[in-house]
């Protein structure tokens, strides 16, 4: 063979780019097309060269092998696929015991020589196979074919090489280009030969332009362990997670808007000894790597920022694999690809799913997609127990692997005790449609086999496994043919988890968000116990809220951090639409359930109209902790751009307590007006009705709490069991302090919303609200359809012009 056809065999990363498919797979002109065109960015890929198409056709011509693994797949039982584990191990055996032929040799290890220098031998490169329909938007074959780390010397590469042509006929490789019509010998095999980035003593991960779950595109989502990233990739490790608000990071604001610790069980490192079927090694994560996080706020952020060039530069949502080098802190970008799911599943309508009992989970886990199902349990410790799995099946694993993809189809539910949202269970869960439990922890010991188990994945961030087959309730909801209102419909939410899910629901934003949930559920400690952290530090409450809050020196900071977190995740995934959140409102009794706050919380008889609320805010007794939720909501606006934030001031009790709010707010840098900063107060006091004009002098909006106006309208503590079938929300008295708040407002030229419960059950009460003009009706998340279509029906009564609102 002549140089000229050798040369053919190999060309440099820096040669190629996203014409090149053909020659040199996708995985390979993507690489290439990153070096060339995103290097003056800053945007660092490990360089490499590509062993080419050419060269794989060459491998089989040369042993004369086209003809023979035609013939065999020709024997293909294509419909039912009984025959495959045969088929395969035939193929596989033919390229197994194919000589090397010897211009395919020199080409590759001429090439090595070259770009490793003299040292070639010492340098740890990957050896990736990249197949010439891989990584298309309609078809990704991620995970199908096989990649090695850690290889080491010119016979551990050709190896590696031989490995990856065998692996274009595994089982599942063979299936996937079955399901995806795909001619066998048509597609070739690409290898990358990449030099490692030392992550083993760093970190990587995997990262998405969007969120993985939903499809949301504000979000960038990014997730990382200690080690060799292949550990993220394949499920092994639960990770840490971050979010990252897009808009934040184009305009290099601070862009990290949320984030989980993750478990981070395993670390994937090097093998001490190189042995041709073991490169690396998985050794336990010390307990001080697991409890620490993988990414720095800096290093996060300009990942995030390099995500989002790659993304603009290729025009679609992209998945993307880094790693930092642990011996010289750099990070890298070692793949990148089109993201697959979401661009296929462009639904026209979602189902909401309601449990209609309400047991104790038997496993928790993190819910990818949202649905309920209920099937018989089977434990797979490996592909020996496939015979045992019949369609319909729960599969219960400790991860899954690419060579169960086949396996994968017959399940309404995969279960795992590790991994997250970019494990290989969860990937592929997505594109089957189905739902999964990932990173429950302890599935396999929990659940047993032939059990029937109910999982419900469709309320927010977690899901639950429940003993038994229980009864749900299924709705479908359009999301395009909606009808435009003038009223606009929003929510009323707790839970910041929910909010990436409910944000793809037709919706006008959030009209309460409930900042004492986040505290309780989320931070657990009184803000004063954190303020007056170093008189506790002794105490038994003091070393719970220590352990709590280890990784904050500064425990103020703690607080800020958590919840400025947990509300920017809200806000940004309603980005543009208004998320108006309400300052805490807890009552002392419920202040003092948290850690460390019976010691700052005064016992009183009636807490409903005790201390709660704007008495509290401008009181020595709380002021300081004031102040840090003041921090964080300008956190939020000013620092993450999410200037959609409203604030809201709830049981306003006299206009000067009000202005008393206002003044403290602004003494913490928080003034209305401020970059555009609206405040609102609830009116749920019969004194807010009667001096609504008053209060329209020094706040922006209203919004009518519908709950407290009933209570002390009609003189009912909604706590008391014995009087709750006197709590009326449609009682004349209530219903005419509701028309004076709106007519007030509407004369002050002030917006006025609703949030309560009403107007989704009683139709009659949204037209009442709809007549008078309201502008705003906000229902908790498992109302709101039916509340829109309450006003949807109170509008068309009225003869609404068809101009409204429009989603």
Not at 358 to 373: D, E, L, W
């Amino acid at each position: 063979m002549d140089q000229e056809s050798k040369k053919s065999f190999t060309i440099p990363f820096s040669q190629t780019n996203l014409k090149m498919v053909a020659e040199v797979g996708g995985k390979n002109a993507s690489l290439g097309e990153m070096i060339s065109q995103l290097h003056l960015l800053g945007i660092q890929v490990p360089d490499g060269f590509a062993v080419t198409a050419a060269a794989y056709r060459y491998f089989l011509s040369a042993n004369h092998l086209g003809e023979k693994l035609v013939a065999i797949l020709e024997g293909l039982d294509n419909k039912n696929l009984e025959n495959l584990g045969d088929v395969g191990a035939q193929c596989r055996n033919l390229i197994k015991n194919a000589p090397i032929p010897k211009a395919w040799e020199q080409a590759i290890l001429q090439e090595y020589r070259k770009f490793f220098g003299a040292d070639a031998g010492e340098v740890s490169v990957a050896v990736r196979s990249s197949a010439t329909a891989e990584d298309l938007p309609n078809a990704s074959f991620a995970g199908q074919h096989d990649s090695f780390l850690n290889i080491q010397g010119e016979a551990s590469l050709l190896r590696a090489c031989q490995q990856c042509y065998l692996s274009l006929f595994n089982d599942r490789a063979i299936k996937y280009r079955v399901d995806h019509g795909f001619d066998h010998m048509e597609v070739a095999l690409s290898i990358g030969v990449q030099r490692m980035v030392r992550s083993d003593l760093g970190c990587a991960g995997v990262a998405f332009t969007l969120d993985p779950e939903t499809g949301h595109e504000n979000i960038i989502y990014i997730t990382g362990a200690w080690g060799l990233g292949e550990n993220v990739v394949q499920g092994a490790v639960n990770p840490d997670e971050y979010y990252f608000f897009k808009k934040a990071v184009r305009e290099e604001k601070y862009s990290l808007i949320y984030r989980k610790l993750g478990a981070k069980e395993n670390r994937m490192i090097y093998a001490k000894e190189q042995n041709p079927l073991r490169t690396t090694i998985n050794i336990e994560t010390p307990t001080a790597l697991r409890d620490a996080w993988t990414l720095s706020d800096k290093d996060a952020m300009t990942l995030a920022n390099w995500c989002l060039q790659i993304e603009d530069h290729y025009q679609v949502a992209m998945d993307i694999e880094w790693a930092i080098d642990g011996e010289t802190q750099e990070l890298f970008i070692v793949q990148a690809r089109p993201e697959t799911v979401h661009p296929k599943s462009k639904k026209e309508t979602v189902k909401e799913y309601h449990l209609l009992e309400s047991p104790n989970p038997i496993c928790t886990g993190k819910a990818v997609g949202r649905a309920i199902v209920s099937g018989r349990v089977k434990v797979m410790n490996s592909l020996a127990d496939a015979p045992k799995l019949e369609k319909g099946d729960i599969i219960v694993a400790d991860i899954t692997n690419p060579d169960w993809n086949a396996l994968l189809r017959k399940a309404v539910c995969i279960v795992t005790n590790k991994g997250g949202r970019t494990s290989h269970a969860a990937i592929v869960a997505r594109e089957l449609g189905i739902i999964a439990l990932v990173g429950s922890e302890n599935a396999t010991q929990v659940l047993k086999d032939g059990q029937v188990i109910t999982v419900y994945c469709g309320d927010g961030d977690l899901g639950h496994a429940y003993k038994g087959k229980l009864d749900w309730e299924e709705k479908e909801i359009p999301l395009k043919t909606f009808p435009k209102t003038k009223t606009k419909p929003m929510f009323i939410l707790a839970d910041p988890d929910q909010a990436l899910p409910l944000s793809r629901y037709p919706n006008q934003g959030v009209g309460l968000m409930r900042m004492e949930f986040i505290v309780a559920n989320q931070i657990k400690v009184h803000p004063m116990a954190l303020m007056k952290f170093k008189g506790l530090a002794a105490t038994e409450v003091g070393k719970e809220i220590a352990a709590l809050t280890r990784h904050y020196p500064d425990k103020k900071e703690y607080f800020v951090r958590n919840l400025a977190e947990a509300l920017s995740f809200v806000a940004a995934a309603f980005y543009p639409k208004d998320v108006i959140i309400r300052m805490s409102d807890f009552k002392t009794n419920e202040y003092a359930q948290l850690l460390g706050g019976s010691g700052f919380e005064p016992k009183e008889e009636n807490p409903m109209l005790g201390f709660r609320g704007a008495s509290r805010y401008y009181n020595d007794r709380y002021k300081e902790a004031f102040g840090l939720e003041c921090a964080a909501i300008k956190r939020v606006r000013e620092k993450m751009g999410l200037t959609n934030v409203k604030v809201m001031i709830p049981f306003c009790r006299t206009v000067e307590e009000g202005k008393k709010v206002l003044d403290v707010m602004g003494s913490f840098g928080l003034a209305k007006g401020e970059n555009g900063l609206e405040v609102y107060v609830m009116t749920e006091i019969p004194n807010n009705v009667i001096l609504a004009d008053q209060y329209a002098k020094i706040f922006d909006g209203f919004s009518i709490g519908s709950n407290d106006l009933t209570q002390l309208t009609l003189g009912i503590d909604r706590d008391s069991a014995i009087i709750s079938d006197l709590f009326d929300e449609n009682n004349d008295g209530v219903k005419s302090m509701v028309k004076m708040a709106i007519e007030s407002a509407k004369k002050s030229g002030r917006i006025i919303g609703f949030c309560g419960q009403a107007p989704s059950d009683f139709p009659e009460f949204s037209r009442f609200l709809v007549e008078l003009g309201i502008d705003s009706i906000s229902f908790t998340p498992d109302a709101l359809i039916r509340g829109w279509e309450n006003i949807s029906l109170a509008e068309s009564k009225l003869k609404a012009p068809e101009k409204g609102v429009v989603d």
